[in-house]
């Protein structure tokens, strides 16, 4: 059973937005450093968004300013909330779950804890 299931992607026009989740089971603790990963087609993995047990935020500069990390802990719940999406953000959105509380530079990092399945970003202009 997947520990990370993602929904919410989908198709918008370049300034849209659109709101990312992921549902986090099994032995995968809600409160680990979890993050949002993508890849675009012929690129490697890119971290975007990493939040850990305190609530600390890191985000990539390509990023940063439109788009926000969250979690609700009662739904054992990530998300991420994309706004003024650029045709460039188009990719497959992977949530991701960090070894441990604190994310230690997570957002460069290839070997992590767990893997979602992915869920498509396509932003046209």
């Known amino acids: 059973q997947r520990e990370l299931v993602e929904s919410g992607g989908g198709s918008v026009q370049a300034g849209g937005s659109l709101r990312l989740t992921c549902t986090v089971y099994g032995s995968t603790h809600i409160r680990f450093c979890l993050g949002w990963f993508r890849q675009a087609p012929g690129s490697g993995r890119e971290g975007v968004a990493t939040?850990?047990?305190?609530?600390?935020?890191a985000y990539s500069d390509s990023v940063k300013g439109r788009f926000s990390i969250s979690r609700d802990e009662h739904k054992n719940t990530l998300y991420l909330q994309m706004n003024s999406l650029k045709p460039e953000d188009t990719a497959m959105y992977y949530c991701v779950a960090d070894f441990g509380w604190f994310c230690a530079g997570t957002l460069k990092k290839t070997d992590l804890a767990g893997w979602g399945q992915g869920t498509q970003v396509t932003v046209s202009s």
């Open positions: 939040i850990d047990r305190d609530g600390s935020t």
